[in-house]
């Protein structure tokens, strides 16, 4: 049976990619060795890594724009110390819409003041904070732009003339944006790129060097931009799947291919949601991310039934976060629309049963 699956993370890769990557493994372009084995300083793997560097900046339309990519390890846990590492001075602005982005100010305090310029706690996080403003002495303004345990994408980022950083792990070459307008953007590859180990991050450069504190090498940006993201051994197979994601991603039309398909399995599964009495939505609707869908019964008395009904289907990963509970269905770009009107089809069986 075919399994469809809604994982959160690490979750569902394109089909092509797990090909040619278990290939690899085997014999890496013919060469009688493991993608596993060979030297990161090798000219093979290097021609990778620069090849997934230049992807990334293609994809986001940040090319020739003074911006670097990096493929960085510690995922975005990592990015949370590091960005404040690097850019917090004095005070910086957060926005608070959940796990991540707590876990983001935690970090930023050790460094100096932070300011948290709008919270949705108060909700549970069921929705994003509007109508706030930067403060004038940030030293740069950090959201997350959508968060998985709860459902929700930021629609439109705030205009600042200070620098914006963007944690992007769950929905980075979803969407069209004006990558442009954001000086630092970091993922965890284990959404939308590649399997869990290694995180990309695309930095502007002008931003850097402006902190008054020395900087361990490996929390720097700077030296891993000298060095090409190869100060260290880099994470080899985790950089090559997310290449051949990043190739996948441009073959199927880039960024703006995805957006379409994903707004179509979001339309298709909200609109279940809103019909179906026997399911209620956790988000605010204007605030629904189309990559974590999160709803509830409104009767717990079904929940065996439909999680009997979605098993027997071949679905996996419908379970909510602890902190949400109920269910969440993340449609990642290499998720088909099938997947989702079989989930769909699910929802719909158990209202004719009940």
Known sequence: MKKHNFSAGPCILPQEVFQEASQAILDFNDSGLSILEISHRSPAFVSVMEEARSLALELLGLKNKDYKALFLQGGASTQFLMAAYNLL???????????????????????????????????????????????????????????????????????????????????????????????????????????????????????????????????????????????NTPAVYAVYVSMLTLRWIKAKGGIKAMEDLNNKKAELIYAEIDRNPLFRGFAAKEDRSPMNATFNLTDESHKETFDKLWKDAGVNGLNGHRSVGGYRASMYNALSLESVQVVVDCMQELERKI
């Open 89 to 231: 001075e004095k005070k910086a602005a957060y926005l608070n819409t959940g796990t991540w982005s707590t876990k983001a100010i935690k970090e930023a305090k050790l460094f100096g003041e932070v300011v948290e310029v709008a919270s949705s706690k108060d909700k549970n996080f069921n929705y994003i904070p509007k109508f706030f403003s930067v403060p004038d002495d940030a030293d740069y303004f950090h959201c997350t732009s959508n968060n998985t345990i709860f459902g929700t994408q930021i629609k439109e980022f705030p205009s600042t003339s200070k620098p914006l950083v963007c944690d992007m792990s769950s929905d980075i070459f979803s969407r069209e944006l004006d990558f442009s307008k954001f000086d630092l953007i970091y993922a965890g590859a284990q959404k939308n790129m590649g399997p869990a180990g290694t995180t990309l991050v695309v930095v502007k450069e002008d931003i850097l060097g402006k902190v008054s504190r020395e900087i361990p090498s490996m929390m720097n940006y700077s030296t891993h931009i000298g060095k090409d993201s190869m100060f």
